[in-house]
Nanobody, 116 residues
Framework: VRLVESGGGLVQAAGSLRLSCTAS???????????WAWYRQAPVQQRELVAT???????VYIDAVKSRFTISRDNSRKRVYLEMNNLQPEDTAVYYC????????WGQGIQVTVSS
């Protein structure tokens, strides 16, 4: 299984981006059996959890991104998305997706850079 993130780039403050993550090679039933999350790692910082979308129930966000980010999943396509609005320079980081409980090998991530 390989996690492939895409959709990042350079954006000005207050701009938007939509990240996608595909669990390539994963059996659909396995994808559907776990919660999924987006994480990010800023320079010289530890990787942090940003948002979680459970198999059942409502998504959960860290305070820093509440009301700006929206996580979603497409189980049939084995994809997880992160819609990011009103981006701020402090959102600059490499973004990763992964399962919550049975974490897989990390993908390469996708760079998001927000200029002021």
């Amino acid at each position: 299984v390989r996690l492939v993130e895409s959709g990042g780039g350079l954006v000005q403050a207050a701009g938007s981006l939509r990240l996608s993550c595909t669990a390539s090679g994963m059996i659909t039933s396995v994808f559907n059996s776990d919660d999924w999350a987006w994480y990010r790692q800023a320079p010289v910082q530890q990787r942090e959890l940003v948002a979680t979308i459970p198999l059942l129930g409502s998504p959960v966000y860290i305070d820093a991104v509440k009301s700006r980010f929206t996580i979603s999943r497409d189980n049939s396509r084995k994809r997880v998305y992160l819609e990011m609005n009103n981006l701020q320079p402090e959102d600059t980081a490499v973004y990763y997706c992964n399962q919550v409980t049975n974490q897989l090998d990390w993908g390469q991530g996708i760079q998001v850079t927000v200029s002021s």
